[in-house]
């Protein structure tokens, strides 16, 4: 959402503050992102896990985030390995983001079915699917898992992971259906690396860092504890501005003399025509 971390803060002011109509929403200071923390480089505390508690990752993506660590552990204060099997965080995380889909589409899609995709309409069924006692369970699991993730990043500013367990691949392939060997049994599972942080309820940002071995960007992802936003962007700054030195550790920047110029006439956001009748149907087959 931002090239740079000063880029997020600036987003960070313009789109935070309290609404009282959303029941995720509390008072803060408005000025809270004006003036980061101090975080030096060489004061950092840090976790590292390279899978999440086991989730797939491609060998060349841990052989480069391994090559990323050992840059940037000699820096810091501490970095150390962190057991990030924090519970059953797939089960919980696919109870509770079906349960989202019935409140955000079922209704939706009783009206208008068709204006819905394959995948929209197969998380509702599975939210439909389940029963008051999974729900009841998967909350539960959360406040473990967020409990445990408590005990893990205490006395650390960050831990620090990949972001995307396969280097970039074609924007025709709506994602990664294999990963190291293993079979994805939903298509949203190759995002476990980064879904599973998002059940503890902390802050987390990706930070660009050099290429992967394909010649890809690669990304580091940093999880902070709960409310600790301000102290999360700190550490991300001291961190980036240390990568940017390097060239094989900076964020990759795009040669736009090199780019292939558009064959496209772009006089809109739309490029193609809605597709009607037996075209639709067979058309939600490939929207994700």
């Not at 880029?7 to 109509?21: I, S």
Request: include cysteine; charge should be negative.
């Amino acid at each position: 959402m931002a090239r740079e971390v000063d880029d997020v803060l600036l987003m960070l002011r313009a789109c935070q503050g309290f609404d009282a109509g959303d029941p995720l929403s509390a008072p803060s200071d408005p000025a809270r992102f004006d003036v980061l923390p101090e975080k030096p480089l060489a004061a950092l505390r840090l976790g590292f896990s390279e899978d999440f508690g086991g989730a797939p990752v491609d060998p060349d993506i841990r052989a480069t985030f391994r090559a990323r660590l050992a840059v940037l552990a000699p820096q810091v204060a501490e970095c150390r390995e962190v057991d990030l099997d924090l519970g059953a965080m797939d089960r919980a995380f696919d109870i509770l983001r079906a349960e989202s889909f019935v409140a955000g589409f079922a209704e939706a899609i009783r009206e208008a079915p068709d204006d819905f995709g394959v995948h929209i309409h197969r998380n509702v069924e599975l939210g439909l699917s389940l029963t008051l006692a999974d729900r009841a369970w998967a909350h539960a699991e959360q406040t473990r898992i967020l409990r445990a993730f408590n005990a893990r990043i205490a006395g650390l500013d960050a831990i620090v992971l990949p972001t995307s367990p396969v280097s970039p691949f074609a924007w025709t392939e709506p994602y990664a259906r294999r990963i190291d060997g293993q079979e994805m049994d939903i298509y949203y599972r190759w995002l476990a690396l980064t879904y599973r942080g998002s059940l503890g309820g902390g802050p987390a940002i990706t930070l660009p860092s050099g290429r992967d071995g394909a010649g890809m960007p690669f990304g580091l992802q940093l999880l902070g504890p709960v409310r600790g936003d301000a102290g999360l962007l700190a550490a991300a700054r001291s961190i980036e501005t240390f990568l940017a030195q390097d060239p094989q550790t900076a964020r990759p920047r795009p040669d736009s003399k090199a780019l292939t110029r558009s064959t496209v006439d772009l006089r809109s956001i739309v490029t193609h025509p809605p597709l009607q009748g037996t075209q639709a149907a067979q058309g939600l087959r490939t929207v994700v």
